[in-house]
């Protein structure tokens, strides 16, 4: 978190989660009318403290805090034009920082503001952005916009958020989404709209994912609030590939609202096969396999009772690298299932994402490498079922919106660097 009073700014991270890094104490400590607050795993650059968000900076009597959700695509040659020498920069976000950083020391007199106009459009990839000097708060959205980010309104000020479920539990009434390629300015001089970037880069293109399993299912994206979303995904789920069963289950936590409208479309009996453990996070994203299979015996614990001698619907919301889901699938079995029949409210997971995911390269996806048979033998399922692309479209219900399907479809809207793609196998780099 970064905190100022106007006149000094305060910057206290660390790692872990936030209940681990902040107390009672901490906070009292941090004093002011204007913060950021920023979470997140680490996508590029080493998982350090150094990297923790948000970035700080100051220059020329202009301190700069930086948050960022997503992934640039050129960082390597943005740090290269700026004549940078490997090490100054120790990720994207921290890139960001330095450039707008730099334009203030060439053009003294300047606020962040103006740093910002000719660095942002020097950008590519997928950045949401919150950033804070002592007078100003600002929201910056790619002209993708890749990633949500939304305003809300306090009695007394405003706030941005990533989601707008963080503007309910502060109190905040939700106003509404930034645009893609929007800059929102926000001082004590009220709030200014800028468009940084020229209109034909202009293409919404939202992350599919979001809906799919990244988003909480009470926040709302293009409208829509994504509980509803999920469950029309699992209705349709069960009109593509009905199977006779004893139990409709969900795979906590974002496929529950899935399997319930399973259930309700297919007239099977909706029940909990899976206890989750709270305190374990998103097992997808820890650092290596190991970690992520202790992380589901960890994380979930079956329901014997309600799961022995019964034909399972097992609903989930993707399948990344498979080991997750063969776990589950193994658990149900030991815990007595007698048949398993897994629906996946998404397609397969085929391609890398580059714009705010650490999903691996190609190699570690599962749908990359094998086919729909060979991997429900893999997973050791009865049947393996995934919702195809324009049923998952139809079911998230905005008619004409744009999305990035880059991670099912291969169709990258921004162009990945050769050596992203090379690196993380993708068949053909100029794709999309």
Not at 170 to 195: K, T
Not at 302 to 321: C, F, M, N, Q, T
Request: proline content about 6%; some cysteine.
């Amino acid at each position: 978190m970064a905190v100022t009073d106007g006149t000094d700014m305060v910057v206290v991270k660390d790692m872990g989660l936030v209940t681990n890094v902040f107390n009672e104490y901490k906070l009292a400590g941090l004093r002011g009318h204007l913060a950021v607050g920023h979470t997140r795993y680490s996508t590029t650059g080493s998982s350090t403290w150094h990297n923790a968000q948000p970035v700080y900076r100051s220059v020329a009597g202009h301190p700069i805090a930086l948050g960022h959700n997503g992934n640039l695509t050129n960082t390597e040659r943005l740090a290269a034009d700026a004549g940078m020498l490997p090490g100054v920069v120790t990720s994207d976000s921290d890139l960001i920082a330095e450039l707008v950083a730099r334009d203030l020391e060439t053009r003294p007199g300047h606020t962040v503001v103006d740093a910002l106009l000719p660095v942002l459009p020097t950008l590519q990839g997928a950045f949401s952005l919150v950033i804070a000097d002592n007078d100003r708060l600002i929201g910056v959205r790619d002209p993708n916009g890749f990633r949500p980010l939304c305003l809300g309104r306090l009695e007394s000020g405003w706030v941005l958020a990533s989601e707008t479920t963080a503007l309910d539990i502060v109190g905040a009434h939700f106003v509404r989404e930034l645009d893609p390629g929007e800059m929102l300015v926000i001082s004590a001089d009220g709030q200014q709209s800028l468009r940084p970037f020229a209109e034909d880069r202009v293409r919404p293109t939202l992350c599919i994912f979001e809906f799919v399993y990244l988003a909480r299912p009470d926040s709302r994206l293009y409208g829509q609030e994504l509980h509803g979303a999920r469950e029309r995904m699992g209705e349709l789920l069960a009109v593509q590939a009905p199977v006779a069963a004893d139990m409709v289950m969900g795979v906590p936590d974002s496929a529950i609202p899935a399997a319930e409208g399973y259930a309700r479309r297919s007239g099977i009996p909706y029940g909990q096969g899976l206890v989750k453990n709270r305190y374990i996070g998103r097992t997808f994203i820890a650092p290596d396999q190991h970690q992520r299979d202790q992380g589901v015996r960890r994380k979930l614990n079956p329901l014997r009772s309600s799961i022995e001698g019964k034909r399972l619907v097992v609903v989930d919301d993707s399948i990344v690298r498979g080991t997750t889901t063969r776990a589950v699938v193994r658990m149900l079995r030991d815990a007595g299932a007698v048949e398993i029949h897994l629906r996946i409210c998404s397609p397969p997971y085929r391609w890398p994402c580059f714009y705010g995911l650490d999903t691996g390269t190609r190699s570690e996806l599962i749908a990359a490498n094998l086919e729909v048979g060979e991997i429900c033998d893999y997973i050791g399922a009865d049947t393996l079922a995934y919702l195809e692309l324009r049923s998952l479209e139809e079911a998230i219900g905005v008619p004409g919106a744009g999305f990035c399907t880059a991670c099912v479809s291969g169709h990258y809207p921004v162009a990945v660097p050769v050596a992203l793609t090379t690196a993380a196998g993708a068949l053909d780099p100029a794709r999309g």
